[in-house]
């Protein structure tokens, strides 16, 4: 039998079979065990600080009240694209509420935000563009550059004076090039953050079309949790999530007039799938209404985090960085993080060891995520659960992804 002829997912069985175990990744269950508590398959209750549930709002009440309303009024889904019939009252509501409430003059909703990343780039840059990409940056944003045919270059992690010097070297090779800049507010993996204000006004000196990804700073960083790209003209597009601090699913684009325009008409990902679920949208309506009412949810977490930092550097481990609610700890072996991962666990405590390539080779970590509804107590857990651990990671191996 000729190679030809064989299996033709054999490549695919031996690629596997080189997979290390400890770079082997599982599906796991977990349903809701009170609050800010998740029951695993061995049936223990886990205190959550794992999810991305930033505020607690997955299954706060009103969400809830939202999202059977719209099931009752209008089903489960939408059937059809928003250019068919799956437009609901709900998505143009909530389109115009993000808008006023990020003062952007245009919103548009996307199933998730890997969909909606993929639309942003696709907009803002072509073949003949060049792409300069934080070296951290998002995974959806990276298939964007490949999808859309733009030249890649990767600069150093929230440096933004290699930043300068790529633009100055791009502009001077080619100085009618379409330049875009991609760029998180919150890197979630990282815990840190650019300095949005000087990155935007670099980027406006240059030329250069900049889109930041926001998805883990609503609801929590900027004024009023809307992001810290708040208020800067210079911001081509934003691109937020509902799945996060928002507590529900699905994902938007906003920006101008115009580029909202563009992707009405040209955005593939936009045009070509169903209309995001009206439960979600209106889940994602009624947690917009309590960021309005309530701004001080997502300012009581930076502080709670704050005092971890201090809680955890003054313990041995490497402070993390930022000041958003997630704290990596860097302990850089994959068989390590797994390590600690299980005896968190046998702790009552559920935080997921972060491996390659997710992040770079030799910066595997636990990823420790604040949830506004922790109780008393959860800090105190942590560190006894951690005490008996060697925090003796090396932290100057972190902050260069692996191309």
């Not at 909606?116 to 940056?137: E, F, G």
């Not at 799945?243 to 325009?261: M, N, P, Q």
Request: net charge neutral.
């Amino acid at each position: 039998m000729t190679a030809a002829a064989g299996d033709p997912l054999a490549p695919l069985g031996l690629a596997l079979a080189a997979v290390p175990p400890e770079r082997r990744r599982r599906l796991r269950s977990f349903q809701p065990a009170g609050t800010a508590s998740l029951r695993g398959e061995e049936g223990a209750p886990l205190l959550d600080l794992a999810s991305n549930d930033y505020l607690g709002l997955a299954c706060h009440p009103t969400l809830q009240n939202a999202a059977a309303t719209a099931i009752a009024r209008e089903g489960v889904g939408a059937g059809a694209s928003r250019l068919v019939c799956g437009g609901r009252a709900v998505h143009s509501e909530l389109e115009q509420a993000l808008a006023h409430w990020l003062g952007r003059e245009r919103v548009l909703l996307f199933p998730s935000g890997f969909q909606a990343n993929l639309a942003a780039v696709a907009a803002l840059a072509d073949r003949h563009s060049l792409v300069l990409a934080d070296r951290l940056i998002h995974h959806s944003l990276l298939v964007g550059v490949r999808a859309c045919g733009a030249r890649l270059q990767r600069f150093a992690h929230n440096d933004l004076a290699d930043l300068e010097r790529r633009l100055q070297r791009a502009r001077r090779a080619a100085p009618q090039q379409r330049l875009l800049v991609l760029s998180e507010s919150l890197f979630s993996m990282e815990g840190s953050s650019p300095d949005a204000a000087a990155l935007a006004a670099l980027c406006q000196r240059h030329g250069a079309t900049l889109l930041l990804d926001e998805a883990h700073a609503l609801g929590l960083l900027g004024p009023g949790g809307r992001g810290l790209g708040h208020g800067l003209e210079a911001i081509s597009l934003i691109s937020g999530t509902f799945g996060k601090a928002f507590g529900s699913g699905g994902a938007f684009l906003a920006g101008g007039a115009a580029v909202g325009e563009w992707l009405l008409q040209h955005s593939g990902p936009f045009r070509y799938t169903t209309a995001l679920a009206p439960p979600l949208a209106a889940a994602a309506l009624a947690a917009l209404r309590l960021l309005e009412q309530e701004p001080e949810r997502g300012q009581a977490l930076l502080e709670r985090a704050e005092c971890w930092r201090q809680a955890l550097s003054a313990a041995g481990w490497p402070r993390p960085p930022g000041i958003g609610p997630i704290l990596p700890l860097l302990v850089g072996d994959d068989r390590r993080a797994l390590a600690l991962q299980e005896q968190l666990e046998r702790s009552g405590l559920l935080s997921i060891a972060i491996r390659p390539p997710t992040v770079p080779t030799g910066t595997a970590r636990l990823r420790l995520v604040l949830r506004h509804d922790l109780p008393a107590g959860s800090l105190e857990r942590l560190l006894e659960a951690l005490s008996t651990a060697d925090p003796g990671a090396d932290p100057s191996t972190a902050g260069a992804r692996q191309p």
